[in-house]
């Protein structure tokens, strides 16, 4: 099939990988030029295991293209995926600006049918009035061509987005039509052979399956992080009470790990976009709100044992930038905030490092004077009066403690991912700090 991308972040890119491992002709559009230079040239401008190879293999097979040229890359494709950025807007719903940008220059260049299909994550409702704009416009250019709209959400989880696209656990397609049913299961029928499940409803229940699988992951995240939080004050061990939870078949133990908080490119947007309609149809959802609010809370907990433990400043070492492990994406990370509220007092110096994050972060945080970057968790720790692991990266779960006694001022240990277990890292000497333990 011969299918175009329009945006090459995060979700339109290894959509557009994925598309052409599986044998169609497709061209990947965005209209940044270095960005485009970069792929073509077989650079990778994310971070993701795997994606890079996936990236070449493209190229190399042929099937895979990248253009800032709008009008190539419309009448290119059948099947037209949208899946630029829908950032959070001031009052908290999504922004739709690059959305309905996206389907006014596919009206401008199509010339034939055209499948429409929104893989952004958009409020409820958007695929219908993605319709009726398209409608509109193709009406006032004078143009009588069919097309079809389709909202076909994504499940992707950063560093392990490869994987989840080739793997997934159901692919979700909302359609008013059946030719675009039919299209979409042809596109999909690889995983129709290995018995995936196919969701086939209205668009506006496929919108709303998505803001509903990420509001609940994130509250399932931020009950056990408030769990955590009383088990410190009560003497009970959160790791131990989640484990036990998890064994229930009704919970499941996944998303039952406490920790500094939730970030990313997903959560923090999408939890916010739902509260925001909800509010806008008159059935506010409470529990979301509340998520949002515990949230933030835990981000700054987390900063607080830190100011708490040295309230009259210190050197701290940060291991750990980016939101999660195996990825370069430091957005809404706790790591960040962590490091933001230790670098606003000049009482503390932050030795923080990162095996993918580093520079994003120093962009992100800028210059402050008592900011120390480093290129690996020795160097990081070197003088330190304390080492934090704020993201759970695999070199930082085999940290030698007899060396970071010896370099380390005082052996004051905060694993706020929960790696080690406490009684091992006391045993070794160290004040241990853990979340919920």
Not at 57 to 84: M, P, Q, Y
Not at 173 to 191: D, H, N, P, Q, T
Not at 265 to 292: H, L, N, Q, R
Not at 362 to 382: D, I, S
């Amino acid at each position: 099939m011969k299918i175009t991308v329009i945006g090459t972040g995060y979700v339109g890119l290894i959509a557009g990988l994925g598309f052409a491992k599986w044998g169609n002709e497709v061209v990947c559009l965005d209209v940044v030029p270095e960005k485009i230079e970069k792929l073509q040239n077989g650079v990778c401008p994310i971070y993701e295991p795997g994606a890079e190879v996936q990236l070449n293999d493209g190229l190399a097979s042929g099937r895979l293209h990248f253009t800032c040229n709008v009008k190539e890359a419309v009448e290119h494709g059948e099947l037209i995926f949208i899946a630029v950025g829908t950032p959070e807007a001031p009052d908290g719903s999504a922004d739709l600006k690059y959305v309905y940008s996206a389907v006014d220059e596919i009206v401008d260049y199509m010339q034939s049918y055209k499948l429409v299909v929104d893989k952004s994550t958009v409020p409820v409702g958007t695929a219908r009035s993605l319709r009726e704009r398209m409608a509109a416009r193709l009406q006032a250019l004078g143009k009588d061509i069919p097309f079809d709209v389709a909202s076909n959400p994504e499940f992707l989880r950063e560093g392990r987005a490869v994987g989840d696209f080739n793997n997934p656990d159901r692919i979700v397609l909302g359609v008013f039509s059946k030719k675009a049913e039919y299209l979409l299961r042809e596109l999909y029928k690889i995983f129709i052979r290995s018995n995936k499940p196919i969701v086939v409803t209205t668009p506006e229940t496929a919108e709303m399956i998505k803001y509903a699988s990420n509001a609940f992951l994130a509250t399932k995240i931020t009950f056990i992080n408030e769990i955590a939080n009383l088990c410190e004050q009560v003497g009970a061990n959160a790791l131990e009470v989640a484990a036990a939870m998890g064994k229930d078949g009704r919970i499941s133990p996944k998303f039952l790990h406490p920790g500094p908080g939730y970030g990313g490119s997903c959560f923090p947007k999408d939890t916010k976009a739902i509260a925001d309609t909800g509010v806008k149809y008159g059935s506010p959802i409470t529990i979301v709100e509340s998520v949002i609010r515990a949230n933030e809370n835990q981000k700054k907990r987390a900063a607080k044992k830190i100011t708490d433990r040295f309230p009259n400043g210190g050197t701290i070492a940060l291991l750990g930038l980016s939101f999660k492990p195996e990825t370069d994406d430091i957005r809404e990370s706790p790591a960040l905030e962590i490091a933001r509220a230790l670098l606003a007092d000049p009482r503390y110096t932050v030795r923080m490092y990162d095996p993918k994050a580093k520079g994003n972060a120093k962009r992100m945080l800028g210059t402050p004077p008592n900011a120390v970057w480093c290129g690996g968790a020795q160097e990081a720790m070197q003088g330190a009066d304390a080492v934090v692991i704020a993201t759970e990266w695999a070199e930082f779960c085999s940290l030698d403690f007899g060396a970071m006694k010896r370099i380390l001022k005082q052996p004051v240990f905060f694993d706020l991912r929960n790696i080690y277990p406490k009684t091992e890292v006391a045993a070794a000497g160290f004040e241990y700090h853990g979340t919920g333990v």
